[in-house]
């Protein structure tokens, strides 16, 4: 729902912020469940943050592995 949603638009820009920071430092995994369990938040809003930074070129995703920082 919106709740979601809005969860997601967060995350987006905590990761974002982080990556542009250089505390995500290229080549280091974005594993749902590590960043679930530290930012307290279920797996629909960290996959689809994580699918929006894949869109905008910040995140490459992989097949079976983890999508990594670019």
């Not at 679930?36 to 490459?60: F, H, N, Q």
């Amino acid at each position: 729902g919106g709740d979601e949603r809005r969860v997601a638009d967060v995350l987006a820009d905590i990761f974002r912020k982080r990556i542009m920071d250089g505390e995500y430092l290229p080549g280091m995994r974005l594993v749902e469940s590590d960043l679930t369990g530290l930012y307290g938040v279920s797996r629909g809003p960290v996959r689809e943050a994580i699918k929006r930074l894949i869109a905008e070129g910040y995140v490459e995703a992989e097949k079976h592995h983890s999508p990594t920082v670019k």
